[in-house]
Nanobody
Framework: EVQLVESGGGLVQAGGSLRLSCRVSGFTFDDYTIGWFRQAPGKEREGVSCIVGIDSMTYYKDSVKGRFTTSSDNAKSTVYLQMDDLKPEDTGVYYC?????????????????WGQGTQVTVSS
């Protein structure tokens, strides 16, 4: 059974940092792309970043480039999203998701498996 479990959300002031973790199980990490998505109240879910398991290629939404970093620890089956210089507009529920593809994508509809989400709130 494929499972993704996020952790690490919380409340932080603008300019602060948080690190989210996504522990995955039930599939071979190299065969998948793991994505990070977020959804703010009243807005659509949007792709933030993703990492391709087999070669660790990463992709980012333009607005987070230079501030967010996605990495993986294959031995721990865990993907991380390091978020620095956080802004109030980064507020939302953050989800990790998996798709059985080695093509990185930030399009949510391509992803098959989703975690339960973790709340990130950035105060101004």
């Amino acid at each position: 059974e494929v499972q993704l479990v996020e952790s690490g959300g919380g409340l932080v002031q603008a300019g602060g940092s948080l690190r989210l973790s996504c522990r995955v199980s039930g599939f071979t990490f190299d065969d998948y792309t793991i994505g990070w998505f977020r959804q703010a109240p009243g807005k659509e879910r949007e792709g933030v970043s993703c990492i391709v398991g087999i070669d660790s290629m990463t992709y980012y939404k333009d607005s987070v480039k230079g501030r967010f970093t996605t990495s993986s620890d294959n031995a721990k089956s865990t993907v991380y999203l390091q978020m620095d210089d956080l802004k109030p507009e980064d507020t939302g529920v953050y989800y990790c998701a998996a798709v059985g593809s080695v093509a990185g994508t930030l399009v949510a509809t391509f992803y098959d498996y989703w975690g339960q989400g973790t709340q990130v709130t950035v105060s101004s």
